[in-house]
């Protein structure tokens, strides 16, 4: 069973932390995204690479946010120093882009639980 | 500015009912809808998605309507079952070119309740 894996799941830090968060997309898939939510702005898109190159992060703040694509099986999301408004759940996805249309799914991990105090 | 609202916060449906979930959007660039189900402290489950070249899809108990010239599009689910109990997302994006695939604009959710 294919599944988009993140980890932490939950994660408490303290402000001022770095922290760092890690999502292994469904073997194949070619685009990768990281999206927040938050109760005031609902599901956000932050970031998305393809084929391991960013293409869009403009929902990012650059000052303390970070992303990565090591390597095709590896995408890491990065906070440097974290803040309590940084609290929110951050979701990994990935899709197959460039196929039929019919094939344009995206895959959501469980998402990692970040409170930052 | 919201290109994708879902303007019912929650609905509350007899099980064995039909359920139908509402979705309206604002960018026409849009072709690519999608509707996901949503527990408390998982991701996101893809359900259903349709495409701009069709006004009709289906999979079992859900089936996605899209209405382009309304900029609309809905989920019904017949019948409505305790299980389905969940925030259900609807989403967009626009597959021209390739690039902004998957760069998904959701909707604020809506709270689905299905009493036994």
């Known amino acids: 069973d294919a599944r988009v894996t993140q980890t932490p799941r939950h994660k408490v830090t303290e402000m001022g932390q770095e922290v760092t968060m890690r999502c292994q997309p469904i073997?194949?898939?070619?685009?990768v995204f990281w999206y927040r939510q938050t109760m005031m702005q609902g599901l956000e898109l932050l970031a998305y690479?393809?084929?391991?190159?960013?293409?869009?992060d403009s929902g990012m703040p650059k000052d303390r946010f970070s992303a990565e694509m090591p390597d095709a099986t590896l995408a890491t999301l990065k906070i440097q120093p974290s803040e309590p408004r940084d609290s929110a759940v951050y979701f990994c996805?990935?899709?197959?882009?460039?196929?039929?249309?019919?094939?344009?799914?995206?895959?959501f991990g469980e998402g990692s639980w970040l409170t930052v105090v | 500015d919201q290109q994708v609202k879902q303007n019912s916060p929650s609905l509350s449906v007899q099980e064995g009912r039909i359920s139908i979930l509402n979705c309206d959007y604002t960018n026409s660039m849009f072709d690519y809808f999608l509707w996901y189900k949503k527990y408390p402290a998982e991701g996101p489950t893809f359900l259903i998605s349709i495409s701009s070249i069709k006004d009709k899809n289906e999979d079992g108990r859900f089936t996605v309507f899209l209405n382009k010239s309304a900029k609309h599009l809905s989920l019904h689910i017949v019948p409505s079952q305790p299980g389905d109990s969940a925030v259900y997302f609807c989403a967009a994006f626009n597959n021209a070119g390739g690039t902004s695939y998957g760069k998904l604009t959701f909707g604020q959710g809506t709270i689905l309740t299905v009493h036994p």
């Open positions: 073997l194949g898939h070619n685009t």
């Open positions: 996805a990935s899709g197959l882009a460039g196929i039929s249309l019919s094939g344009n799914t995206i895959y």
């Open positions: 690479f393809r084929n391991r190159a960013p293409l869009d």
